[in-house]
């Protein structure tokens, strides 16, 4: 049995510093596609998951302005009793503001592990793990435990914080054009997702057994990296629909046998049903759906044409949102398939 401890029961904001270590796992690690949920407030701070739950990314983050040795090791203590128990902890992620550079071999890296360390650093931080467990009476057999200690020291990769919101969304996607779009529009969608990150701690699981990893998604604390990416292309799809009256190019097909007069009327009838479906506020959880099942079949065929991606969304959940018809629920996936080329 696995017993939930230290979630943060008096902490129902997540502050942006979770923010930023959820938005390193989804999209600055190199290991970001095996990825599918994260965790909020269960495991840690923050862990990462695959669909299946037998793989876990466990990130503690540490906001503070400095770190010295000794702290870097207590701070590594929730990671150490996740390292010492039978769930499937893959990776073991400090999150930190800063490392200074006297403490380290290569300042340059912001990703490391702990032969990065100093010589006399890594024994400081050994003993900061060794104080703080013996503090928590969280040990090991006693004739393993230093053994075990460095073998754990030696599993964790060390991630300082790149503290720039717009950066970290637009590590998220690859869509076309991002980099013309302002900063405060990354800004504001990194602040929706702090603010469905914080919804998620309301729910306190402290001292909640689990027999099996899995058995923690029945308790709906954790976000999927669809989530996360849907509302991303959403808010940049938007802007497009908005502010562009072009023709997507994988629109083409439903055009050229039409007169311009026509052309015109049909993209403007697509871009008002697709303006009232997104202001739908009576139906905002059948049309979000839509919108992650079409960009999830855009992102897995990318090869597919806009019949095909179509055909591939559930007829009865396409029915569930009255405001798009047929066409304009093309029109939108060709705008999300050319935002993605």
């Known amino acids: 049995m696995y017993t939930i401890k230290n979630t943060e029961k008096n902490n129902e904001k997540a502050s942006e510093y979770e923010t930023f270590s ?13 990825i599918d949920i994260v965790l909020i407030d269960c495991f840690n701070d923050v862990t990462g998951a ?54 380290v071999l290569d300042d340059n890296k912001k990703y490391f592990r702990f032969s990065n360390f100093t010589q006399t650093n890594k ?26 200690m ?7 990769d060390f991630a300082i914080c790149l503290r720039n919101k717009a950066v970290n969304v637009k590590s998220l996607v690859e869509f076309k054009n991002k ?4 900063d405060d529009l990354f800004e504001n969608i990194f602040n929706e997702i702090r603010d469905r990150q914080s919804a998620l701690k309301n729910l306190n699981l402290e001292n909640t057994e689990l027999e099996n990893p899995s058995d923690i998604l029945a308790f709906k604390k954790y976000i999927s990296k669809d989530q996360i990416i849907t509302l991303v292309i959403n808010r940049l799809v938007g802007i497009e629909l908005f502010n562009n009256l072009s023709i997507p190019i994988n629109f083409s097909p439903y ?54 991606l179509f055909t591939a969304i559930p007829e009865n959940l396409r029915k569930k949102v009255s405001t798009l ?17």
Not at 123 to 148: C, D, M, P, T, V
């Open 50 to 103: 695959n669909d299946q739950v037998n793989r876990l990314w466990d990130v503690q983050s540490k906001g503070h302005k400095s770190n010295t040795p000794l702290q870097i090791g207590r701070h590594l203590i929730t990671l150490y009793a996740n390292f010492l128990s039978n769930f499937p902890f893959s990776h073991l992620i400090l999150f930190l503001e800063t490392v200074k550079s006297i403490h």
């Open 179 to 182: 980099e013309l779009r302002p």
């Open 325 to 341: 018809d047929d066409i304009s629920t093309k029109f939108f996936i060709a705008r999300v398939k050319d935002g993605l080329s």
């Open 150 to 156: 460095f073998a754990f020291l030696d599993k964790v």
């Open 255 to 308: 055009t050229q046998s039409l007169p311009p007069e026509d052309i015109k009327d049909l993209i403007q009838e697509c871009n008002a049903a697709a303006c009232r479906t997104f202001f739908n506020k009576n139906n905002k959880v059948y049309v979000w759906e839509l919108l992650e099942c079409i960009i999830k079949q855009v992102m897995s065929n990318t090869n597919g044409s806009v019949d095909e």
């Open 22 to 34: 959820l938005l390193y796992l989804l999209g600055l690690r190199s290991d970001k596609n095996d």
């Open 123 to 148: 024994g400081k931080i050994f003993e900061g793990l060794r104080k703080e467990a013996e503090k928590r009476n969280i040990s090991a057999n006693a004739h393993h435990s230093e053994q075990r």
